[in-house]
C-alpha cells in the first residue's frame, strides 16, 4: 500500500520467527532476509531484533528448543549499533523456567495484562536508549 514509505522511524523493533517450523537456520535465513530489507527502507533507524519467545511450559518443550536454535542464529546478525540483540525471555519466565498461563494463556503470546506488562516494562530502557 506504500505505506512504510510515509514514515522515517528512529527504531523498529522486529519480532518474529515463532510461527515458522522446519529447519532452523532456513527460519533464520529468512529472518535475515527481513532484517536486511528493514535495513535497506531505513538506513537510519536502529533495529530491535528480539530473540524468539519462549513457547510451551518447559525447557524441554519441542518448539521451545527449535526457537532457542534459530535464537542462536539470528544474534549473529546484530552489531549492537544499528542492530540491537534484545533477549528479554527469562522475564517471561518462573525462577524454574516455566512458562505460565498467568504469563501466555496459550504459552506462546504474551495477549493478556501479565504478559503485556512484562514485555513493555522490559523493553523501556531499549525505547529510552535508543527510541530519542
Given amino acids: 500500500s506504500g505505506i512504510l514509505d510515509?514514515?522515517?522511524?528512529?527504531?523498529?523493533?522486529l519480532m518474529i520467527g515463532t510461527n515458522n517450523r522446519g529447519d532452523y537456520k532456513a527460519t533464520a535465513a529468512g529472518i535475515k532476509r527481513i532484517l536486511d530489507s528493514v535495513r535497506?527502507?531505513?538506513?537510519?533507524?536502529?533495529?530491535?531484533?528480539?530473540?524468539?519467545f519462549p513457547r510451551g511450559k518447559n525447557a524441554q518443550d519441542k518448539r521451545r528448543l527449535e526457537n532457542e536454535k534459530v535464537n542462536a542464529?539470528?544474534?549473529?546478525?546484530?552489531?549492537?549499533?544499528?542492530?540491537?540483540?534484545?533477549?528479554?525471555n527469562k522475564n517471561f519466565l518462573t525462577p524454574e523456567g516455566?512458562?505460565?498461563?498467568?504469563?501466555?494463556?496459550?504459552l506462546l503470546h504474551p495477549r493478556n495484562?501479565?504478559?503485556y506488562s512484562v514485555w513493555g516494562e522490559s523493553l523501556k530502557v531499549y525505547f529510552e536508549?535508543?527510541?530519542?
Fill in 113 to 115: 495484562e501479565k504478559g
Fill in 129 to 132: 536508549k535508543y527510541g530519542k
Fill in 73 to 88: 542464529e539470528i544474534v549473529k546478525f546484530c552489531d549492537g549499533e544499528k542492530i540491537i540483540w534484545v533477549d528479554i
Fill in 6 to 13: 510515509l514514515i522515517n522511524p528512529k527504531l523498529v523493533t
Fill in 40 to 52: 535497506k527502507r531505513y538506513p537510519e533507524a536502529k533495529i530491535l531484533l528480539y530473540a524468539i
Fill in 98 to 106: 516455566i512458562l505460565t498461563t498467568e504469563m501466555m494463556p496459550d
